[in-house]
């Protein structure tokens, strides 16, 4: 049978919700699973026009999309989702309007944020050459804000808008964190850092301001049918991940990772030679480092860390 039979094979799995993705829905999703794929090819394929010591950037990206590739396969395929009663009973009938009815909600989108926005931020935080901690610390928090997400959309009482507003919270720290903290060090690295920094800087942060929105329509507030659901949040994650790492990946072409406080070594390049049974050791250098990513004490030298 020819078409899009996904929907039909899987039905009933993890529960029949009132309100939930129609074909064109899952159509959408499928296209959007190809972008994702897609991408994942060329940032893998672009990664050996590099040497290996200066692809670390092109493997986190391509990690993005592929997770990104593996969610929107479950979403197309019908699964991943768990039907949870809505808070609001909407008149319309196109967002289950009928007391007691429910609406699916994709965990695994959220298995994929969980994952793919630390990289993302991973991405743009190692580009300023921000401290470890600093950027460890900023994870984290990043974590709070996709797990209170995730709660608050499984949550089917008024108590779900707490979880939105701790969430938000978070986002405004991370928020606070790239647009400030960590444009003042991309600014410090040099004009070319700083100038991709801030494109892919308020490119993200300008489009995470967008996934509150989506979520009060959606699962929150049980506002826009689940079709229209999908195209929000699937037109905001291919602009989130495919062309920000087109846009991250381009400004980082003629950017050495070194400059950056990351010095990578490939087997290639050993630190001793062996030279008949003997081992010629050669020692690395730090100079003056204050414990940052990317900075010394006046001066920016390579760290002997090894990622």
């Known amino acids: 049978m020819g078409g899009n039979n996904a929907l039909n094979v899987n039905a009933g799995i993890g529960g029949t ?3 939930q993705i129609t074909v064109r829905g899952s159509d959408w999703y499928w296209a959007v699973t190809a972008i994702m794929m897609a991408s994942t090819f060329a940032f893998v394929g672009l990664s050996y026009t590099q040497p290996r010591s200066h692809r670390i950037f092109h493997y986190i990206t391509a990690s993005i999309t592929l997770v990104a590739a593996i969610a929107y396969y479950t979403m197309a395929s019908g699964l991943g989702q768990v039907p949870i009663q809505t808070e609001f009973i909407r008149s319309s009938s196109k967002v289950g309007g ?3 009815g429910t609406r699916e909600i994709y965990y695994v989108r959220y298995i994929d944020w969980v994952v793919t926005t630390p990289l993302l931020l991973l991405d743009l935080l190692l580009t300023a050459g921000m401290p470890w901690p600093t950027i460890l610390y900023t994870l984290l928090i990043d974590e709070v804000m996709i797990v209170t997400g995730l709660v608050g959309a499984l949550t089917y009482t008024s108590y779900k808008w707490g979880y939105f507003v701790f969430g938000n919270v978070a986002f405004l720290f991370v928020a606070w964190n790239v647009v400030v903290v960590a444009r003042n060090h991309a600014r410090a690295i040099g004009p070319d850092v700083s100038k991709i920094f801030l494109i892919c800087g308020v490119w993200t942060i300008g489009l995470w301001f967008l996934y509150p929105i ?3 329509l959606s699962e929150g507030g049980n506002v826009i049918a689940a079709d229209s659901e999908a195209v929000f949040y699937g037109i905001l994650d ?3 991940k495919p062309v ?3 846009l991250l990946l381009w400004g980082h072409r003629n ?3 070194a400059r950056l406080g990351l010095s990578i070594r ?6 001793g030679r062996t030279n008949g049974g003997q081992t010629e050791k050669h020692p690395h250098t730090t100079v003056g480092t204050n414990g940052t990513n990317g900075h010394t004490n006046g001066t920016t030298a390579a760290a002997t860390e090894t990622v």
């Open 255 to 257: 950017i050495d990772p």
């Open 214 to 216: 989506a979520w009060g």
């Open 238 to 240: 291919v602009l989130a």
């Open 244 to 246: 920000f790492g087109a």
């Open 266 to 271: 490939d087997y290639e390049d050993v630190s």
């Open 17 to 19: 919700p009132l309100e």
């Open 98 to 100: 009928i007391p007691g």
